[in-house]
């Protein structure tokens, strides 16, 4: 069975970003995202997911963002089944992102 999502580096990750316009879905707790998070990420957990589900282009590739790349697996392969075409967990996660990319803070 072909996996639903896949694993790429945050150089692929940002290339995505910039040029096909992918969707960025952050999975972290507020405070973590509040302090420094990629440029227009959607922070979402159970209590929005469903929404985010319901009104995203599920064509655009989906990339999903959490600490160190571990949880945001999961939740690729969930939203994967939930229809997103191209579905991708950034390896890393934010705390190598925010190493060398440019981060924002605040909600």
């Not at 639903?4 to 972290?28: C, G, K, P, T, Y």
Request: charged share 20%; glycine share 6%; proline share 3%.
């Amino acid at each position: 069975m072909m996996n639903l999502f896949e694993r790429i580096s945050i150089n692929q990750a940002e290339e995505l970003i910039n040029s096909q316009e992918a969707l960025v879905v952050d999975v972290r707790d507020p405070n973590s995202f509040s302090q420094g998070h990629i440029e227009d990420a959607v922070r979402i957990d159970n209590a929005n997911v469903q929404a985010f589900i319901d009104s995203a282009d599920k064509s655009k590739p989906l990339v999903v963002v959490c600490y160190h790349g571990n949880s945001s697996q999961q939740a690729a392969a969930v939203l994967a089944q939930q229809g997103f075409e191209k579905s991708y967990s950034m390896d890393g996660g934010m705390s190598e992102w925010a190493l060398t990319k440019p981060v924002v803070s605040g909600e």
